[in-house]
T-cell receptor, first 110, second 113 residues
Framework: QKEVEQNSGPLSVPEGAIASLNCTYS??????FFWYRQYSGKSPELIMS????GDKEDGRFTAQLNKASQYVSLLIRDSQPSDSATYLC??????????FGDGTTLTVKP | SQTIHQWPATLVQPVGSPLSLECTVE??????LYWYRQAAGRGLQLLFY??????ISSEVPQNLSASRPQDRQFILSSKKLLLSDSGFYLC????????????FGSGTRLTVV
């Protein structure tokens, strides 16, 4: 079993729809959880961090964490074509290292 | 302001040749620094991390090495490249502490031929 698993994708949604990206992790002692956006050919960019159970909202993005289920998700509301990218889920330890999933590629169709 | 620089952007090297990739951070002191590699269509694999000058931790046995000769400089090296070393190499740092996310450099796309 991989340490961090994401939807295999690719995921395609129409413009204006909600995109839902999911991630599960295996290490129960993980404390920090991140979502990165990576455009094709570019380096990843941190878009959301979440540390406690529940929802965290930032603009059109909402991260959800359920430590009991070892599950993290990212919702993108009112999806735009500019949101088309690969989204990487990462799980961090208190030592600073992060383990990444393989990513889910999202395409938002106009 | 804090910035991270990584170079070169692209590199094509023959098998058996040496490698040196450099990463520097500005606007901070004693950052945690990381080298990751991304294979095509895959996630990021941690190669090395450093919490201070001369302190290097290796995550996977491989053909690569890392050094941190100065507080804000992190170098990835190889004496002899293999075809399997091809990939997208990313330097990263944490600007707020070990529990926070990374800021990545722009990356080096290495093709070994």
């Amino acid at each position: 079993q991989k340490e961090v698993e994401q939807n295999s994708g690719p995921l395609s949604v129409p413009e204006g729809a909600i995109a839902s990206l999911n991630c599960t992790y295996s290490d129960r002692v993980s404390q920090s959880f991140f979502w990165y956006r990576q455009y094709s050919g570019k380096s990843p960019e941190l878009i959301m961090s979440i540390y406690s159970n529940g929802d965290k909202e930032d603009g059109r993005f909402t991260a959800q964490l359920n430590k009991a289920s070892q599950y993290v998700s990212l919702l993108i509301r009112d999806s735009q074509p500019s949101d088309s990218a690969t989204y990487l889920c990462a799980v961090g330890t208190n030592a600073g290292k992060s383990t990444f999933g393989d990513g889910t590629t999202l395409t938002v169709k106009p | 302001s804090q910035t991270i620089h990584q170079w070169p952007a692209t590199l094509v090297q023959p098998v058996g040749s040496p490698l040196s990739l450099e990463c520097t951070v500005e606007g901070t002191s004693n950052p945690n620094l990381y080298w990751y590699r991304q294979a095509a269509g895959r996630g990021l694999q941690l190669l090395f991390y450093s919490v201070g000058i001369g302190q290097i931790s290796s995550e996977v046995p491989q053909n690569l090495s890392a050094s941190r000769p100065q507080d804000r400089q992190f170098i990835l090296s190889s004496k002899k490249l293999l075809l399997s070393d091809s990939g997208f190499y990313l330097c990263a740092w944490q600007d707020r502490g070990p529990n926070y996310g990374y800021t990545f450099g722009s990356g080096t796309r290495l093709t070994v031929v």
